[in-house]
């Protein structure tokens, strides 16, 4: 069958249902329904800083290229690009190569952090001390902390990330799994339940498209970098999750689109639930927290024990 649009030869057919889409309909389709969903949920207003929290993979990636187009044409606003170096060996250098090179290419000013900054070790050394630990719970922890005192020093309206349908469907459904809720609260197309000045806004443009519409969109932008897959990540739940997601799609298609829709009909009662809640400042380095140390803090002290 060929393109809906212009009967050029597809390149995808689209999530549920029979439309398959050309190259540069395509292009269109999923810019179009990036903007859309900017628009929808306010993500980016005129003359904002915004970051870009770049890993170097085809998400993250995508989402810096598309921003950048948009920076200047559609909507008015300044980008940089952030990266967290957690030290990984065979990972993490060469994705860093890829982010500097794309960054140099594209004239984006790349700002990069690391776990050694604040620990004074790699993931991989922290890793050794702790190898009954899952390496993912850690890094989560260091990265939340470091994206967001990174981003608001360096004064960011919004932190915008690289997540897809298939990354929140994974949240939502771990979340559950973990009788997790006030964490679920959190989730959305923005992030946060409430403004408060010491948290960055964490918005995702991509919010309403398929992995496999990233990775399409990617591909054809010549930004698919060789594969490269963190050497932990067979340790976390959101792998499980993530397996379990896709096979019950396979089998029942649309459970993804239909897990999310779920979410967002929710989500307005969870943010009301929970606004309420209090922040406190971590009594050792006064970043936001749910405790009086925050987890950061926490886990820095074990790896300094
Ligand atoms: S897979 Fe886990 S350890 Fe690797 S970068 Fe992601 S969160 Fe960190
Ligand atoms: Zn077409
Ligand atoms: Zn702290």
Do not use: W
Not at 63 to 88: M, R, T
Not at 132 to 141: L, Y
Not at 161 to 178: C, K, P, V, W, Y
């Amino acid at each position: 069958m060929p393109c809906k649009r212009c009967k050029s030869n597809p390149v995808i057919q689209l999530p549920n249902s029979n439309i398959k889409l050309c190259k540069s309909c395509f292009i269109k389709y999923f810019e179009r329904k990036v903007l859309n969903t900017i628009r929808k949920y306010n993500l980016i207003n005129h003359k904002e800083n915004i970051i870009s929290a770049l890993s170097g993979g085809k998400d993250s990636l995508s989402l810096l290229y598309l921003l950048n187009k948009i920076a200047s044409k559609k909507l008015d606003f300044k980008l940089s690009a952030l990266l967290v170096d957690e030290g990984i060996k065979g990972y993490r250098d060469k994705t860093i190569k890829t982010a500097r090179e794309f960054c140099e290419k594209n004239n984006i000013k790349l700002h990069i952090t690391s776990y050694s900054e604040v620990t004074g070790k790699t993931l991989d050394k922290i890793k050794k001390q702790f190898p009954d630990t899952i390496a993912c719970s850690m890094c989560g922890v260091l990265r939340r902390y470091l994206l967001n005192k990174k981003s608001r020093e360096l004064k960011a309206n919004k932190l915008a990330t690289g997540h897809n349908l298939d990354d929140e469907a994974q949240s939502i459904m771990m979340n559950q799994f973990r009788h997790n809720i006030a964490l679920s609260a959190r989730l959305g197309p923005i992030t946060g339940v409430k403004r408060d000045k010491r948290f960055v806004p964490r918005i995702k443009p991509f919010y309403f498209l398929t992995e496999k519409e990233v990775a399409t969109y990617a591909f054809i932008n010549g930004l698919m970098d060789e594969f490269n897959e963190c050497t932990y990540c067979t340790e976390s739940n959101r792998f499980v999750v993530r397996d379990m997601l896709n096979s019950l799609e396979q089998k029942y298609p649309g459970t993804k689109h239909s897990i999310v829709a779920s979410f967002l009909e929710v989500l307005p009662l969870l943010k009301e639930k929970y606004k309420n809640q209090k922040i406190n400042s971590c009594k050792i380095c006064s970043e936001p927290a749910s405790s009086e140390v925050c987890n950061a803090c926490n886990l820095l002290q074990r790896i300094r024990q």
